[in-house]
């Protein structure tokens, strides 16, 4: 069974903070995907990985970075997190190219106050 | 860029009663449809794809290239249906599928008893 582990499930930081979210997948998963989930607009990519120090701007990347230093795990940063930025975010995983199963975390829920 | 599109965020029926959750994309190549469902206090996990062209507990969805649809249907609905259903697209990128996919807003089923 494949699992993408997201450490922490929920958190609460200040804005101005940053903020480390931590997935690891145990598939040996080429490409890896960070969203963040908001009612009514569905998910959005932010960033995604499809190789070891390789990454790509999603849709919204404005205020994310992101860091893939082993090929398990994918790191989302905000480097100062601001109040909308509060939000659900979905890390996935999947096999390197066309047709196969995108896995999904748990989530992690983020609240900036 | 490609579009997905869920008209209803909401959509309520009775346990028994036919259920069509609508999907329309916007996409000027070849697309790969999906549909994935998130039940509650559950991860986002893959319903189905239409290269599949199977039933996934009772769920059907055929890709209409001609009206850009890929609508999720299911002839007798139940009360375990209800979840969160997020249509989605995936593309080529420079040859490469790195199975980045594009969301719908997502709509919530509610099956009543």
């Known amino acids: 069974d494949v699992k993408v582990t997201q450490s922490s499930r929920y958190l609460v930081k200040r804005t101005g903070e940053k903020v480390f979210l931590e997935c690891v997948q145990d598939?040996?998963?080429?490409?890896m995907f960070w969203y963040r989930q908001d009612p009514g607009l569905g998910l959005r990519l932010i960033y995604f990985?499809?190789?070891?120090?390789?990454?790509e701007k999603g849709d919204i990347p404005e205020g994310y970075s992101v860091s893939r230093e082993k090929k398990e795990r994918f790191s989302l940063i905000l480097e100062s997190a601001s109040t909308n930025q509060t939000s659900m975010y979905l890390c996935?995983?999947?096999?390197?190219?066309?047709?196969?199963?995108?896995?999904f975390g748990e989530g992690s829920w983020l609240t900036v106050v | 860029a490609q579009r997905v599109t869920q008209p209803e965020k909401l959509l309520s029926v009775f346990k028994g009663a036919p259920v069509e959750l609508k999907c329309n994309y916007s996409?000027?190549?070849?697309?790969?449809l999906f549909w994935y469902v998130q039940y509650s206090r559950q991860r986002l996990q893959l319903l189905l794809r239409?290269?599949s062209r199977e039933s996934i507990k009772g769920f059907t969805a055929d890709l209409n290239k001609g009206e850009t649809s890929f609508h999720l249907k299911k002839p007798f609905a139940q009360e375990e249906d209800s979840a969160m259903y997020y249509c989605?697209?995936?593309?080529?990128?420079?040859?490469?599928?790195?199975?980045?996919?594009?969301f719908g807003q997502g709509t919530i089923l509610t099956v009543h008893p």
């Open positions: 990985s499809y190789d070891v120090k390789m990454k």
């Open positions: 996935a995983s999947k096999v390197g190219g066309s047709g196969n199963t995108i896995y």
């Open positions: 989605a697209l995936s593309v080529n990128a420079g040859g490469t599928s790195y199975g980045k996919l594009t």
């Open positions: 996409y000027s190549g070849s697309p790969e």
């Open positions: 598939m040996d998963h080429e490409n």
């Open positions: 239409h290269i």
